[in-house]
């Protein structure tokens, strides 16, 4: 009971430190955003307290299937770091933040060819954007993408070479899935690999529908503003996280469809082979 406590304690923690990075360590953050973040922040950390230190999950998925959440957070923690770095490099250079800039600025320019996401989010800007916030848009854009196809990469690493999740043991699904129903009708194989697919296809395509739909909806509505050090880091963050996140599930879900499938065959060979045995 002590270790599933302290280990939740310490993945609260870990949360919201992670949602106050920003936060610390850009210079001119304002009071009140930053009592917005430290209420968030322990928000996070008393959620993510609470779920792990339950017997059974209510929320989080895959919570006993290591590494899938902890490639996640790491992937988000690295993001959120790289950019709130790049951020406090244009008041307070040193360095690594140039490094760091120098860098995202290299990837950027890499990935913004035509029709490609970055090049999306850079042509959402408004048009009286100036060059300084188009060019920390596009070094942003660019290092958090990155980071969301390296940590899918390992992902399927893990899930094709290491063979994830039974590598760890047993693996539970209704625990792992709390959110999933499995009596909510029609064979649970076909709605895990449904589902899948689903998760997949839209991480695939929200990171070019969402910079659509903003620039479409800009008449409309205020644009979003990312020339806040702030606003631009997790409006970065979520654009690439969100969409690598549900292609990691689909994945998942694939993988844990396909164990599902295999066990179902054995069973199925061998009550035929048992069968014969018994005609015999």
């Given amino acids: 009971m002590f270790v599933r406590m302290s280990g939740a304690a310490m993945r609260g923690l870990l949360v919201a430190l992670l949602i106050a990075?920003?936060?610390l360590l850009l210079p001119d953050s304002a009071t009140s955003q930053s009592q917005?973040?430290?209420l968030m922040a322990l928000i996070a950390a008393f959620l993510t307290f609470v779920e792990y230190n339950s017997n059974a999950p209510s929320i989080v998925e895959f919570r006993d299937a290591a590494p899938f959440n902890r490639l996640r957070f790491v992937a988000l923690f690295l993001t959120v770091f790289l950019l709130t770095t790049i951020a406090k490099g244009n008041s307070e250079p040193t360095s690594f933040t140039h490094a760091i800039t120098s860098l995202g600025t290299i990837i950027g320019n890499a990935i913004d060819f035509p029709y490609s996401p970055v090049r999306l989010i850079v042509l959402m800007l408004p048009y009286d954007s100036t060059?300084?916030?188009i060019n920390n848009v596009r070094s942003a854009a660019g290092i958090s993408y990155l980071i969301s196809l390296m940590a899918m990469c390992v992902f399927v690493s893990l899930v094709r070479i290491w063979g994830w999740p039974m590598r760890n043991g047993a693996f539970n699904v209704w625990v792992n899935l709390?959110?999933?129903d499995p009596t909510a009708g029609g064979d649970v194989l076909y709605r895990l690999?449904?589902?899948a697919r689903v998760n997949i296809a839209l991480g695939f395509l929200l990171p070019f529908i969402i910079p659509a739909v903003v620039k479409a909806t800009s008449d409309l509505?205020?644009?979003?503003?990312l020339e806040n050090p702030q606003t631009l880091i997790w409006t970065m963050t979520s654009w690439a996280f969100l969409p690598a996140s549900m292609i990691m599930r689909g994945i998942a879900m694939t993988r844990i469809a396909s164990m599902i499938e295999e066990k179902r065959r054995r069973a199925y060979q061998s009550a035929s082979e048992e069968a014969d045995l018994?005609?015999?």
């Fill in 36 to 38: 917005i973040v430290v």
């Fill in 131 to 133: 060059v300084e916030t």
């Fill in 21 to 23: 990075t920003p936060a």
């Fill in 193 to 195: 690999q449904r589902d």
């Fill in 178 to 180: 709390p959110l999933f």
């Fill in 221 to 225: 509505i205020d644009p979003i503003s």
């Fill in 278 to 280: 018994q005609a015999a």
